[in-house]
């Protein structure tokens, strides 16, 4: 009767530590993409006009939404296009997970598409 409690409690302490790092993965995925939209929306917001100098605006759409991921999170990789007045972003991370080891993964690669459009558009 021991060894069917030890293995079912081992089994429990195993699943527990399964959802834990389920949850960890799922939140570090919401949060990049929080922070990827919110830098898209203050890249969208810093252009004066987005149907003038598509090269000049790209620069400057990607330099704003590097520098705002970058005061809050130095770990996030991006690409920038603009298209048809709206700013698109995708953000990369590489993101620990809890109790990762466990399962053969301490890390996970994770990347999210936001796009930014004006507010008023003219």
């Known amino acids: 009767m021991t ?9 429990l302490l195993l699943f527990g530590a399964g959802i834990i790092a389920a949850g960890s993965a799922f939140l570090a995925r919401q949060n990049l993409a929080g922070l990827c939209d919110a830098a898209a929306t203050a890249a969208v917001n ?46 990369h991370r590489r993101a620990p997970v809890t109790f990762g080891v466990l399962f053969g993964r301490s890390t996970v690669d994770l990347s999210v598409v936001s796009v930014g459009r004006p507010v008023f558009d003219g």
């Not at 987005?50 to 330099?63: I, P, V, Y």
């Not at 704003?64 to 048809?84: C, F, G």
């Open 3 to 11: 060894p069917l409690v030890l293995g079912m409690a081992l089994c």
């Open 46 to 91: 810093a252009l004066p006009d987005l149907h003038l100098a598509q090269a000049e605006s790209l620069g400057t759409a990607e330099e704003v939404a590097t520098d705002y991921l970058r005061a809050r999170r130095s770990d996030i990789a991006l690409t920038a296009t603009l298209a048809e007045g709206t700013v698109r972003l995708v953000c």
